[in-house]
T-cell receptor
Framework: AQSVTQPDIHITVSEGASLELRCNYSYGATPYLFWYVQSPGQGLQLLLKYFSGDTLVQGIKGFEAEFKRSQSSFNLRKPSVHWSDAAEYFCAVEENAGKSTFGDGTTLTVKP | KAGVTQTPRYLIKTRGQQVTLSCSPISGHRSVSWYQQTPGQGLQFLFEYFSETQRNKGNFPGRFSGRQFSNSRSEMNVSTLELGDSALYLC?????????????FGSGTRLTVV
């Protein structure tokens, strides 16, 4: 079965600092990979996705992620964090039609 | 373009009752997936419907069921509610074509079982 691991439960960064959230997956074939963000009490918003091709993908809100097959990783990055980025972030892999497996999430706190 | 609409937003039910949650996908989206989100178990897949057919089902007991109508709107039903069913229930819709664009989630229905 597929699995997604987000090693960091909670990360705190200062506003303006760079950010990297880690994600490792276990999947037999070329995966469909996603990053979502969730604000308290809200649904998930898709930040970016990787299907194939260029391993560096750009998303919304200035986020990017790099797919590294050799490391089974899909880490999310942002060069300069804003206070509004404070939220919970989920990495997910598409298993098959309509079904995604999610990591446990990483909560991001932004210090002023 | 309207997003994914879930109703109601909040619900309080008593143990043993049943509940029905509704999800209206983005216009044109024919795939609807349901997830349960709890602090202890995270996001867990319930089931997915496409063109009124259930294509995938997660590891939940038979008390959890769903259906999809011809207009792609979907409902999920939970019978004989248990305290552990308290959760945020999220639905997500997607446009199923050769180019897959990912899922759009609704804001969820917060179910509290007392």
């Amino acid at each position: 079965a597929q699995s997604v691991t987000q090693p960091d439960i909670h990360i705190t960064v200062s506003e303006g600092a760079s950010l990297e959230l880690r994600c490792n997956y276990s999947y037999g074939a070329t995966p469909y990979l996603f990053w979502y963000v969730q604000s308290p009490g809200q649904g998930l918003q898709l930040l970016l996705k990787y299907f194939s091709g260029d391993t560096l993908v750009q998303g919304i809100k200035g986020f990017e992620a790099e797919f590294k097959r050799s490391q089974s990783s899909f880490n999310l990055r942002k060069p300069s964090v804003h206070w509004s980025d404070a939220a919970e972030y989920f990495c997910a892999v598409e298993e098959n039609a309509g079904k995604s497996t999610f990591g446990d999430g990483t909560t991001l706190t932004v210090k002023p | 373009k309207a997003g994914v609409t879930q109703t109601p937003r909040y619900l309080i039910k008593t143990r043993g009752q049943q509940v029905t949650l509704s999800c209206s996908p983005i216009s044109g989206h024919r795939s609807v997936s349901w997830y349960q989100q709890t602090p202890g178990q995270g996001l867990q897949f319930l089931f997915e419907y496409f063109s009124e057919t259930q294509r995938n089902k997660g590891n939940f007991p038979g008390r959890f069921s769903g259906r999809q109508f011809s207009n792609s709107r979907s409902e999920m039903n939970v019978s004989t509610l248990e305290l552990g069913d308290s959760a945020l229930y999220l639905c997500a819709s997607s446009l199923v074509t050769e180019d897959f664009y990912g899922y759009t989630f609704g804001s969820g229905t917060r179910l509290t079982v007392v």
